[in-house]
């Protein structure tokens, strides 16, 4: 099945892993062009970031960096399977890695109302 993420948003469920920044509090807004995929997030512990990669077969293999509370700089890649869920939203489950320290974990984020949010 495809999946299309264009102007999708996505809130943090949960997040395990060492040293994981991305939390309940971070929000992903995604846009999509073909395979090609992008994504701004902020929020909780994360302060600016950015997304892109490719979309294949239901995956998207991403890079992303960002800069935390405390003004790091931090970067790495993941592979996130999109999945439909019984309300007819998607989420996703992403297996990310660091590369700029070590450390990786699994990261479960649903889709959300962009409007129903908090403006910030």
């Known amino acids: ?3 299309n993420v ?10 395990d892993g ?6 309940e509090n971070t929000i992903f807004v995604f846009k999509q062009y073909g395979s090609f995929v992008q994504a701004n ?9 950015r997304i892109v990669g490719h979309v294949r077969n239901g995956h998207m293999n991403v890079r992303y960096v960002h800069v935390n509370r ?3 700089l931090h970067s790495g890649h993941s592979r996130m399977n999109i999945q439909l869920r019984g309300d007819g939203k998607m989420q996703i489950i992403e297996e ?4 700029s320290r070590s450390g990786k974990g699994i ?4 889709e959300v109302c962009s409007k129903c949010l908090p403006s910030s």
């Open 1 to 3: 099945m495809k999946y």
């Open 6 to 15: 264009d102007n999708k948003t996505f809130r943090v469920l949960k997040n």
């Open 18 to 23: 060492p040293d994981a920044e991305a939390d």
């Open 41 to 49: 997030y902020q929020g909780g512990r994360i302060k600016v970031g």
């Open 70 to 72: 405390e003004n790091e």
């Open 96 to 99: 990310w890695e660091w590369d």
């Open 107 to 110: 990261l479960l984020m649903k």
